[in-house]
């Protein structure tokens, strides 16, 4: 059963970049599509980007599009979020979530609806 981590989060000034990372140890995350959640204080959870595992295809919220990039680097098992360009609105803890049951980003990517594993959370704090 495929178990998520998030690592990366942190405390970084607006303009800022974090890069986080989803890991699932001695597990291969390439035949999963993972999406990025994140959920801020008292408002609902965010779809911020998908990645599928077919074709490596990516999906952005567009409050994070040209300042986040969802990547595989090369070694299987990560996920990464790199995020530049913070802003105090981007300040929640980060989720990563595998759908297990298809190849590509569905069409609902960034609601919690096609995923079956979630990991616990890092969180970014964006704040001078």
């Known amino acids: 059963q495929v178990q998520l981590v998030e690592s990366g989060g942190g405390l970084v000034q607006p303009g800022g970049s974090l890069r986080l990372s989803c890991a699932a140890a001695a597990h291969s995350l390439d035949y999963y599509v993972i999406a990025w959640f994140r959920q801020a204080p008292g408002k609902e959870r965010e779809g911020v980007a998908c990645?599928?595992?077919?074709?490596?295809?990516?999906y952005y919220a567009d409050s994070v599009k040209g300042r986040f990039t969802i990547s595989r680097p090369n070694d299987k098992f990560t996920v990464s979020l790199q995020m530049n360009d913070l802003k105090s609105e981007d300040t929640a803890d980060y989720y990563c979530?595998?759908?297990?049951?298809?190849?590509?980003?569905?069409?609902?990517?960034?609601?919690?609806?096609?995923?079956?594993?979630w990991g616990q959370g890092t969180r970014v704090t964006v704040s001078s």
């Open positions: 979530a595998a759908d297990v049951t298809y190849w590509l980003c569905t069409s609902d990517w960034a609601t919690a609806e096609p995923y079956e594993r």
């Open positions: 990645i599928s595992s077919s074709d490596d295809s990516t």
